[in-house]
T-cell receptor, first 112, second 112 residues
């Protein structure tokens, strides 16, 4: 079993839809969770950062972590064509090991 | 403007040639990283450095070498021993112990 599993998509939605992106993981030591957005042929940019379980909201974006199920989600409300990108989940146990483990990314297209 | 600069944007390698990818940051970050991104493979860690004059191998270090002589700079050399070098290479940095990575815009390396 891979440490982090992420559905690669592609996912295509109409403008204004609510988008749900998900990752599952197997390492119970992970406690820092991130979502990165990557436009085509650009470097990823940090979108959301969450420690441990719970929800975090930032504008149209909500990150959710369920450590008991080893499952994290990113919700995008009122999706816009500018949200079209690849979304990568990433996680780490922190401490002296700062190496992130990334999912393979989900390609999202929001159609006007 | 603070950020990470990668150069060149595109690079071509001939058989048996070593090539060097540049990465410079002015964020005053202690840690720097090199990732390789292949289609459908996500990001894989090549090397990372948490302090000047020290670096550690990541998951796929074979065929690559790095140096960290200055805090701002972390060049990556793709040697002739790397038999499949075609990929998108991403440099990143972070404040230690912060796990949030900031990425450069990437270098696309192709084999002639």
């Amino acid at each position: 079993q891979k440490e982090v599993e992420q559905d690669p998509g592609p996912l295509s939605v109409p403008e204004g839809a609510i988008v749900s992106l998900n990752c599952t993981y197997s390492n119970s030591a992970f406690q820092y969770f991130m979502w990165y957005r990557q436009y085509s042929r650009k470097g990823p940019e940090l979108l959301m950062y969450t420690y441990s379980s719970g929800n975090k909201e930032d504008g149209r974006f909500t990150a959710q972590v369920d450590k008991s199920s080893k499952y994290i989600s990113l919700f995008i409300r009122d999706s816009q064509p500018s949200d079209s990108a690849t979304y990568l989940c990433a996680m780490t146990s922190g401490g002296s090991n700062y190496k992130l483990t990334f999912g393979k990314g989900t390609l999202l297209t929001v159609n006007p | 403007d603070g950020g990470i600069t990668q150069s060149p944007k595109y690079l071509f390698r001939k058989e048996g040639q070593n090539v060097t990818l540049s990465c410079e940051q002015n964020l005053n970050h202690d840690a720097m990283y090199w990732y390789r991104q292949d289609p459908g493979q996500g990001l894989r860690l090549i090397y990372y450095s948490q302090i000047v004059n020290d670096f550690q191998k990541g998951d796929i270090a074979e065929g690559y070498s790095v140096s960290r002589e200055k805090k701002e700079s972390f060049p990556l050399t793709v040697t002739s021993a790397q038999k499949n070098p075609t990929a998108f290479y991403l440099c990143a940095s972070s404040m230690v112990p912060d796990e949030k990575l900031f990425f450069g815009s990437g270098t696309q390396l192709s084999v002639l």
